[in-house]
């Protein structure tokens, strides 16, 4: 079945510096989501990447999708201490009718 | 978010016991989800339900059943807990490329 791999697992960063987490599939994609987890919460969606090679950008927060649709890439500049929590990639496959989600990346944020 | 509630929030309950989890969303929303989070596991599909009394498996279903006779209403039974199964619990629904709205989660605890 599907796999999609996750690193790092765990991130510690001092404020101010930057945090990248990486998202790979083992099959191709049709979309994948991006979703972001606080401490004791529930995942919020942040964004959905759908072609090939796509950027998008919400503020200090850059999402790529790969040229080949598999793999994808989550950047945060200069991090803050409320950027902290875990973030999750959601890869839907082509030939698959649901997301599968990777097992997250937790960030947590050194003042 | 999305008008999706789930409870229990918290249960406790003895290994061997039958336990049911409630969702319920106001939107009318047709696909409805019950994911499993575990320390570094992210989140794992329990079951699935396309609308009224159509469901499926998802990577995780053994010793899970689940009921929709309502479109509002999606209900996880475990059908006779185990240790295993402790775990925080969390129902979704799918908005298309708004990504999956998740409710607060039940954490069950089988002692």
């Known amino acids: 079945g599907q796999q999609v791999m996750q690193i790092p697992q765990y991130q510690h960063v001092q404020e101010g510096e930057d945090f990248t987490t990486y998202c790979n599939s083992s099959?191709?994609?049709?979309?994948i989501q991006w979703y972001k987890q606080r401490p004791g919460g529930h995942p919020v969606f942040l964004i959905q990447?759908?072609?090939?090679?796509e950027v998008k950008k919400q503020k200090r927060l850059t999402f790529q999708f790969g040229e080949a649709k598999k793999n994808s890439s989550l950047h945060i500049t200069a991090t803050q201490t409320t950027d902290v929590g875990t973030y999750f990639c959601?890869?839907?496959?082509?030939?698959?009718?649901?997301?599968?989600f990777g097992d997250g990346t937790t960030l947590t944020v050194k003042p | 978010d999305a008008g999706i509630t789930q409870s229990p929030r918290h249960k406790v309950t003895e290994t061997g016991t039958p336990v049911t989890l409630r969702c319920h969303q106001t939107?009318?929303?047709?696909?409805m989800y019950w994911y499993r989070q575990d320390p570094g596991h992210g989140l794992r599909l329990i079951h699935y339900?396309?609308?009224?009394?159509?469901?499926d498996k998802g990577e995780v279903s053994d010793g899970y059943s689940v009921s929709r006779s309502k479109t509002e209403d999606f209900l996880l039974t475990l059908e006779s807990a185990t240790s295993s199964q402790t775990s925080v619990y969390f129902c979704?629904?799918?908005?298309?490329?708004?990504?999956?709205?998740f409710g607060s989660g039940t954490r069950l605890t089988v002692v």
């Open positions: 099959t191709t994609l049709s979309n």
């Open positions: 939107e009318n929303h047709r696909y």
């Open positions: 339900s396309y609308g009224v009394k159509d469901t």
């Open positions: 959601a890869g839907l496959s082509i030939d698959a009718g649901k997301s599968t």
């Open positions: 990447l759908v072609k090939s090679g």
């Open positions: 979704a629904i799918s908005i298309g490329a708004r990504g999956y709205t």
